[in-house]
């Protein structure tokens, strides 16, 4: 959060695109043997060797998606990978290629780019894939990233979001809210600071939520576990936007309608604690909240039993036929439509 006005700066101007090319490129290790040609040509070879290839882009924007006064460029750049192999992971895909492309201002030295790369490669060599391109291009204000992940599934293994049938099983993965709430601890600092730049933030106790919000991790584990307890889900999404919003989708594209279960909802006690702390409804931010990259999956009834004792994959509800519609049945045990987003009437109900 605070500033090293001790550290290099070597301005982009003075190294040129070629040399920053090489530069933030020179630690990249290709470990696929389905790559083969990575950065240093017109394009990147692949070959995926009889299997179909899935590819997915975000673009994130500086000021939209992230802020550069409490984001690390390192954990940035991890971050960027993170949430394209989520998507890769949602459709049962192995990642195994990224792309990366940048946007940067002139206010960025080399330096801080190197931070950014250091995360892109610390996040490519832990989720074993290749980085086999990209582009370098100038921007009059901020930053952008833009990353493809690919990826290679058997035929007939991926899982699309439209598969879910009445009285399949409604899992998530890990907790959720966490994220959201690590964001909030986050600007609160942020505003701390402003006020005196003194002060060091306080941000003991908050650990495990900021976490999930400056260094997420990808559910690859899941997808091997998946496989391992030989269980298709019949329908699968990542949380990248709250769970309501991702149920919502499944549900759209499947013509399904479901009940989640409020009391069923996995969260973090830091989660809870802090929630109590800013006098939110932890609910409404496991709902609302985003950012957790956790899976959202529909399995069958039959596979309950493969499935009911693990500690990784958690209940919360099950499908129901499209005109039933989506909805939470509440602690109170009321049955309230969920809502994309803002999900307001509840707000202030603990
Ligand atoms: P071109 O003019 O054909 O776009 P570039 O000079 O932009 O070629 O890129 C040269 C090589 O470096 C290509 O393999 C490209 O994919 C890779 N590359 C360019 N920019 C980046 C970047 N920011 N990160 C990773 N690879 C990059
Ligand atoms: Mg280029």
């Keep these: 959060m ?26 990249f290790k290709i470990k696929h043997k389905s790559t083969i040609k990575g950065i240093g040509d017109d394009a990147a070879v692949i070959d995926p060797d009889q299997k179909q290839i899935v590819i997915t882009t975000d673009l994130l924007v500086e000021g939209v998606h992230f802020d550069l006064s409490y984001v690390p460029l390192k954990h940035l750049g991890y971050k ?8 890769v992971y ?12 940048i946007a940067v201002s002139n206010r960025f030295p080399l330096e801080a780019l190197e931070e950014l790369y250091a995360g892109v490669e610390t996040a490519a060599k832990i989720y074993n894939v290749d980085v086999v391109g990209g582009d370098t291009t100038s921007s009059n204000s901020g930053l952008l990233i833009s990353i493809t992940a690919i990826g290679v599934i058997n035929k007939g293994e991926e899982i699309y979001r439209n598969g879910a049938k009445p009285n399949d099983l409604l899992v998530v993965t890990g907790d959720l809210g966490g994220a959201y709430m690590g964001l909030q601890i986050l600007e609160r600092e942020k505003e701390v600071f402003k006020v005196n730049p003194n002060n060091q933030p306080d941000l003991d106790g908050y650990t495990y939520i900021i976490e999930r919000q400056l260094k997420p991790e990808a559910r690859k584990d899941i997808i091997k576990l998946l496989k391992d307890l030989g269980v298709k889900p019949t329908a699968m999404i990542d949380i990248s936007d709250g769970l309501s919003s991702e149920i919502l989708h499944l549900c759209m594209h499947s013509k399904v309608g479901c009940d989640i279960y409020e009391n069923k909802i996995p969260l973090d006690p830091q989660v809870i604690s802090t929630c109590e702390e800013f006098k939110i409804d932890s609910t409404t931010i496991a709902l609302n909240g985003g950012e957790d990259y956790e899976l959202l999956m529909t399995i069958s009834q039959e596979d309950f039993p493969k499935i009911k004792a ?41």
Excluded: C
Aim: glycine share 4%.
């Design 80 to 87: 960027s990978v993170i949430v394209n192999l989520s998507d």
């Design 90 to 101: 949602a459709m049962n895909a192995e990642a195994t290629q990224i792309t990366i492309s």
């Design 2 to 27: 605070i500033e090293d006005k001790n550290q290099n700066r070597t301005s982009l101007n003075e190294i040129g695109e070629f040399k920053l090319i090489e530069l933030l490129t020179r630690n």
């Design 310 to 350: 693990n500690p990784n994959l958690t209940i919360i509800g099950h499908i129901t036929e499209e005109n039933a519609g989506a909805n939470l049945i509440t602690r109170a045990e009321t049955k309230i439509p969920l809502q994309a987003q803002g999900w307001k009437n509840f707000n202030n109900s603990n």
